[in-house]
């Protein structure tokens, strides 16, 4: 049996603040046009930004730029806060990126033709089962999920720490990124320090309970070091690899690291 991660000493703070300062490409817009206007942001760039195309790759720029400065200040030391089973929020709120969004529309999977597909940078590519994924060593979290929208809840999350799992599958540690492809065609990636931080955690129960419909059966990825959109849900596809993957939420203008 793994042990479970020490209590971290630091709380949300710091993604709290992060998740305020988001902005969508809307907004962002609207920001250059009345606050900064294009000259301004000339001299911000250093380069010449005279339209609305050329703001939005600058402002790409910067959020790259943005993503590399956070994964440089990332740390596997630093935990995210763990709460008492007193502080878990009932009932969890359901959240997702499609429409309408209720808990009737996530999808239904079989957990008998449940598989998991691995692939890209690993040694073991076979599919895993639900029985198989459930045998694996277990461990309990109790962290706050924090979303881009502005909310954020308590819950208890149990599951394999994923750095187990990928080194049981030979990945190859060195690749840059994990991607995910998930069953309700949610697609996103992380880095692969985040993906052996000790809280990172392939999930499949929830509050004592198998993982519910409406947050991810059979299985989500919990990442309580980054905000709630880089936490899919019903992951159906794991693959290590060194190709930028992206996902449904980065495409749309949110930044790819977003977290600690």
């Known amino acids: 049996m793994l042990r479970e991660p020490k209590k971290a000493h ?3 703070g710091a ?5 305020a300062g988001r902005l969508d490409r809307a907004t962002r817009r609207q920001f250059l046009r009345r606050a900064l206007g294009l000259g301004s942001l000339t001299l911000l760039a250093g380069c010449d930004v005279t339209d609305g195309y050329s703001a939005e790759a600058m402002l790409g720029r910067i959020s790259d730029f943005n993503d590399r400065v956070q994964a440089w200040l990332f740390s596997p030391e630093r935990l995210a806060k763990e709460y008492p089973e007193s502080m878990i929020t009932r009932p969890f709120p359901f959240n997702s990126f499609y429409e309408p969004n209720i808990p009737d529309k996530a999808p239904v999977i079989d957990a008998g033709f449940y598989r998991l597909n691995v692939t890209g940078l690993v040694e073991q590519r076979a599919d895993w089962t639900l029985p198989q994924l459930h045998a694996l060593p277990r461990v309990t979290q109790i962290t ?4 881009i929208e502005g909310w954020s809840a308590i819950g208890s999350w149990s599951g394999v720490p994923f750095s187990h799992f990928l080194r049981r599958i030979g990945a190859d540690l060195t690749a840059r990124y994990v991607n995910f492809r998930c069953d309700d065609n949610y697609v996103t990636s992380i ?3 985040t993906a052996l931080h000790p809280q990172t ?5 929830f509050d004592g309970q198998v993982l519910p419909r409406a947050y991810g059966f059979p299985m989500k990825l919990r990442v309580p070091t980054k905000l709630g959109f880089k936490n899919p849900k019903f992951i159906g596809e794991i693959e290590v690899s060194n190709d930028y993957l992206g996902g449904t939420w980065e495409s749309q203008g949110y930044n790819w690291f977003s977290g600690l």
């Open 15 to 19: 993604i709290l603040k992060e998740a």
């Open 10 to 12: 630091s709380d949300t």
């Open 201 to 205: 955690q392939l999930t499949f129960w």
């Open 191 to 193: 880095d692969m320090p």
């Open 144 to 147: 706050r999920h924090i979303c």
